[in-house]
């Protein structure tokens, strides 16, 4: 069963605007990986997060690593029309050994 | 840099048959990992090797199999292929097991008719 909730489940924004997304669950992680999906393709990684608290960018992107390694939330800001896509959280609970869960995704559709 | 490799990326076959699906990881990376992924779903994960012994299991079907060779690659034998086996399968690949970043191929998909 699906033991990281994400949301929101999809998103319709303007060009430039500021998007956000959260991933939580009632399980403890020690990794949430960020992933952003295109239709037919491999899930890219955009962000790792290592530690509780560690809030990191890449480009226009930041993550955050919650504080109770319960949950993580992925910004994007100033979004453009290639930011088009699922996006996945995605990490091992404590009790999964490696195994990575993964969140239901959220489709982010951008209006130029 | 180098990716991960999967062939093929398209595969098509009928009920009944086998397949094999093939998994090149980044080069020094030691574990490998098979996530299968339903239309509009997330990917799921069904088994993963490290340094060539199978380390985890997921939800796999007995129908398949997988092992990882001598030079880290990876393959997935798929056998008495059903309709709900149509999926995209991904490899990933990572260094080290615990915690530690996968990174995936572009996969394959697989339709069975």
């Known amino acids: 069963g699906q033991q990281l909730n994400q949301s929101p489940q999809s998103m319709f924004i303007q060009e430039g605007e500021d998007v956000s997304m959260n991933c939580t669950s009632s399980?403890?992680?020690?990794?949430w990986l960020w992933y952003k999906q295109d239709p037919g393709e491999g899930p890219v990684l955009l962000i790792a997060?290592?530690?509780?608290?560690e809030l990191t960018s890449n480009g226009r992107l930041t993550a955050q690593f919650g504080i109770t390694r319960k949950d993580s939330f992925l910004n994007i800001s100033a979004s453009i029309p290639s930011d088009v896509g699922i996006y996945f959280c995605?990490?091992?609970?404590?009790?999964?050994?490696?195994?990575?869960?993964f969140g239901a995704g959220t489709i982010l559709r951008v209006k130029s | 840099a180098a990716g991960v490799i999967q062939s093929p990326r398209h595969l098509i076959k009928e009920k009944r048959e086998t397949a094999t699906l093939k998994c090149y990881p980044i080069?020094?990376?030691?574990?490998v990992y098979w996530y299968q992924q339903g239309p509009g779903q997330d990917p799921q994960f069904l088994i993963s090797?490290?340094?060539?012994?199978?380390?985890d299991k997921g939800s796999i079907p007995d129908r398949f199999s997988a092992q990882q060779f001598s030079d880290y690659h990876s393959e997935l034998n798929m056998s008495s292929l059903e309709l709900g086996d149509s999926a995209l399968y991904f490899c990933?690949?990572?260094?080290?097991?615990?915690?530690?970043?996968?990174?995936f191929g572009p996969g394959t998909r697989l339709t069975v008719l």
């Open positions: 090797f490290y340094e060539k012994m199978q380390s």
């Open positions: 995605a990490g091992p609970p404590v009790e999964y050994g490696n195994k990575l869960v």
């Open positions: 990933a690949s990572s260094f080290g097991t615990w915690g530690d970043t996968q990174y």
């Open positions: 399980s403890i992680f020690n990794t």
């Open positions: 997060l290592y530690k509780a608290g």
């Open positions: 080069p020094r990376h030691d574990t």
